[in-house]
């Protein structure tokens, strides 16, 4: 069964205290694999998308990384305006034309001045 | 930027109303879904789009059914309210193909059914 699963479920830091938030996944295969940011009340804001293992990406703080069996989001010298819930998923080859996604239930992030 | 709006942030509802959620995207999306976010189960999908007038089910489909007549504008209706149906329900879209098959989330809205 395509499964997604994200550890630590919750993660306090301190600001400037960098850490990485894991996303492990089984899928028969791989098409992409998203990472979002949610806010409290809020829906998911799209960050990243990987698409093959090795691949990386970055934005600001945050960097994806990508393996055949897990991806990283790497935070460095976070701020308290890191603070929130990031979610992974993975897009498994359902056929057809659509793209579902998997989502894990979250890492929720928070960063203490 | 993507747009993906939805009709309301809040929702106050009694058992055994009928309830209507709607969502509208502006970027020509072909998909377009719908899910509902409860804690602890993250997120699970209800009903998809891929074209106007097509619809799958998703993993949680009982109790709802979905409306797609333009493209733009992605409906979910609850038949006859309940309970258990109280949950945060988000709207999602996306292209069909790569390059990107990223989805695009409205803002949520946080249903209450009494």
């Known amino acids: 069964e395509d499964q997604v699963t994200q550890s630590p479920e919750a993660l306090r830091l301190q600001e400037g205290e960098s850490s990485s938030l894991n996303c492990s996944y089984t899928?028969?295969?791989?098409?992409?694999l998203f990472w979002y940011r949610q806010d409290p009340g809020k829906g998911p804001e799209f960050l990243f998308t990987?698409?093959?293992a090795g691949e990386e990406k970055e934005k600001e703080r945050l960097k994806a990384t990508l393996t055949k069996k897990e991806s990283f989001l790497h935070i460095t010298a976070p701020k308290p305006e890191d603070s929130a819930t990031y979610l992974c998923a993975v897009q498994a080859p359902y056929g057809g034309a659509t793209n579902k996604l998997i989502f894990g239930t979250g890492t929720l992030l928070a960063v203490q001045p | 930027d993507v747009k993906v709006t939805q009709s309301s942030r809040y929702l106050v509802k009694r058992t055994g109303e009928k309830v209507f959620l709607e969502c509208v995207q502006d970027?020509?999306?072909?998909?377009m879904f719908w899910y509902r976010q409860d804690p602890g189960l993250g997120l699970r999908l209800i009903y998809f789009s891929y074209d106007v007038k097509m619809k799958e089910k998703g993993d949680i489909p009982e109790g709802y059914s979905v409306s797609r007549e333009k493209k733009e504008r992605f409906s979910l209706i609850l038949e006859s309210a309940s309970t258990n149906q109280t949950s945060m329900y988000l709207c999602?879209?996306?292209?069909?193909?790569?390059?990107?098959?990223?989805?695009?989330f409205g803002p949520g809205t946080r249903l209450t059914v009494t």
């Open positions: 990987l698409y093959s």
């Open positions: 999602a879209s996306s292209f069909w193909a790569r390059p990107s098959y990223e989805q695009y």
């Open positions: 899928v028969s295969g791989l098409r992409g």
């Open positions: 970027m020509d999306h072909e998909n």
